[in-house]
């Protein structure tokens, strides 16, 4: 499925990525996998019963409605004008709503990416998680969520932190500082110089 290697911590694991969108060539390179994605994709593996193959596939959902209990008829009460069926003549158990899932054997299409996580984005808000965004500004974020958005989104998480430039390049594989750079544009002026000036006068 994929290789990995023993990390400094035992709970995480080191990923090893042999080809990439940014490595034609197949140099390869390695990735950190936290505890926390570790055990996530074990819980993964698990429930969609994935032993070798894709680790990201599609997933086909089923949901049934609920049906309330049917009492059985006797066979002189269906009349003539309907055909007849010994199934009706058998009482029927009520039956849950249900959901079924099954996972797919081929890789999830990389096209696939943004509409999960817009929809993602989505549910949160009517679920009421992302009470500061209005309508309106839900709408212009989704026109700008793509499957690029969680390594921006992480890039600029790093660069707030703290993380200098060649750590962030090195941790999401940056092969030029020219994009990183673009994406924490913002971030640089308030935390350049200047900013840093400002604020401690403030």
């Known amino acids: 499925m994929f290789a990995t290697e023993p990390a400094i911590d035992p709970e995480a694991r ?10 034609q060539e197949g140099k390869g390179a390695t990735a950190f996998l936290s505890p926390r994605s570790v055990r996530a994709i074990a819980a ?8 070798e193959g894709p ?8 949901r049934y409605k609920a049906r309330a209990a049917v009492k059985g008829r006797r066979i002189e ?3 003539g004008r309907e055909s007849w069926d010994l199934r009706k003549t058998l009482p029927k158990s009520a039956v849950p ?9 081929g890789a999830l299409h990389p096209g696939s990416i943004g ?20 309508a309106d500004d839900l709408a212009q974020l989704l026109k700008g969520v793509s499957a690029h958005s969680t390594r921006v989104g992480l890039n600029q998480d790093l660069f707030a932190s703290g993380e200098d430039l060649a750590g962030i390049m090195d941790a999401l594989r940056w092969k030029s500082p020219r994009m990183p750079l673009a994406y924490n544009r913002n971030l640089a002026a308030e935390q350049g110089a200047a900013g840093r000036l400002i604020a401690k006068i403030g």
């Open 14 to 23: 080191l990923l090893t990525i042999s080809r990439s969108k940014g490595d």
């Open 44 to 51: 993964w593996t698990a429930a969609a019963d994935i032993e």
């Open 55 to 62: 680790l990201f596939r599609r997933v086909q959902v089923r």
């Open 77 to 79: 009460t269906i009349s």
């Open 97 to 105: 709503a249900r959901t079924e899932y099954d996972v797919g054997e």
């Open 115 to 134: 509409p999960i996580w817009r929809a993602m984005i989505r549910r949160a808000f009517d679920k009421g998680a992302l009470s500061d965004l209005t």
